[in-house]
């Protein structure tokens, strides 16, 4: 089976297309802040949220040899033909396959997109819902490749879990702002906690990902070293340099209203990557409950569940997200 095969068969007529475009622009290299897990400098933790939006996280306590493993199934598996991931992740799997668009609800359903002039959005992912994964067993007995992807994502799911609760609880420091148990967990909801592995073809004319912020409250990006995400800082897109043992961390929409606009959501997306490579990436969405309720001085009241069908709604009749500016109190 040729590469192409694995890719969907709208994806395979784009990715050979000719270019004379060399790769990334090395001019829009920036250095965004590096946050040490071990060692956290609030203040400089502080300062990534206010001024950028996104930073590194370095020195997470995850074993290398476990993200290697995590590397080489996740690669694997995207890697199956076409039509076996089809099935593998089909309508008995708990797991959903999906290509071709970057509007995927938490449960993994792609939500259909109104027409646009711009297709810009050339990868394919599996949805992978954190509390769903034990659902999977009884379904990957009979095949190693599936029971092999959902241990590794389990142990997977545990790591990036810690972390998460870990950094929220720092960042909320960082904004004197006093949680309760209850409010916390809504924000951390282990029932919406989702993790996405995407594979990206090399790079043609058309981009990986158009611009869009998460709806999420974190989202804690691994990415190999192939280079191509992007993000907006002070009107200006610039690259984010891939750096060895290290996680991405952007943070959400609802980040920003819990913040009451003090830290925003990073507005970003994935473009032109390294010619002779995929790119593979591992995102995980921290959201709040459907029922959490959220009150900002900027903000009307409102549930994520109403956001999330905002957000729906708009994808369907516009062809992509608005976001925040709707629930805004004075538009």
């Known amino acids: 089976m040729s590469n192409s095969e694995s890719y969907p068969p709208e994806f395979r007529p784009l990715m050979s297309e000719k270019s004379t475009e060399t790769g990334l622009d090395r001019s829009k290299d920036i250095d965004i802040p590096v946050i040490d897990m071990e060692h956290l400098d609030m203040e400089k933790l502080r300062e990534a949220c206010k001024d950028w939006g996104i930073f590194h996280l370095e020195n997470t306590g995850i074993p290398l040899t476990f993200m290697s493993q995590v590397k080489e199934i996740t690669e694997s598996v995207l890697s199956l033909p076409f039509e076996e991931k089809r099935t593998l992740f089909g309508v008995n799997s708990p797991l959903s396959y999906y290509w071709g668009t970057h509007t995927v609800s938490p449960s ?21 819902p954190l509390a769903s994964l034990s659902r999977l067993l009884a379904l990957s007995c009979t095949d190693p490749k599936l029971e092999s992807f959902r241990v590794v994502m389990e142990e997977y799911g ?32 282990e029932s919406t906690g989702v993790i996405r592995v995407q594979r990206y073809p090399q790079c043609t004319e058309s981009p990986g990902l158009e611009a869009h912020t998460d709806s999420s409250v974190i989202s804690i990006i691994n990415q190999d070293d192939v280079g191509g995400l992007e993000f907006m800082k ?98």
């Open 158 to 189: 545990k790591h990036v879990t810690r972390i998460i609760v870990t950094l929220f609880e720092a960042i909320i420091e960082t904004l004197s702002l006093e949680l309760s148990g209850d409010q916390k967990m809504g924000y951390l909801s």
């Open 108 to 128: 993994g359903k792609a939500v259909t997109r109104a027409p646009q002039e711009s297709s810009g959005h050339l990868f394919e992912g599996i949805n992978i």
């Open 234 to 331: 002070d009107g200006e897109w610039f690259n984010v340099k891939p750096l060895a043992s290290s996680f991405v961390v952007g943070l959400g929409d609802m980040m920003q209203v819990i913040s009451d606009e003090e830290y925003k959501s990073v507005l970003h997306k994935v473009g032109k990557r390294m010619r002779k490579k995929e790119r593979y990436s591992i995102v995980n969405f921290v959201f709040p409950d459907k029922d959490c309720m959220f009150n900002s001085t900027r903000y009307k009241p409102f549930k994520f569940s109403e956001f999330e069908a905002q957000v729906k709604l708009d994808v369907e009749t516009h062809g992509s997200k608005v976001g925040l500016s709707r629930f805004l109190s004075n538009p």
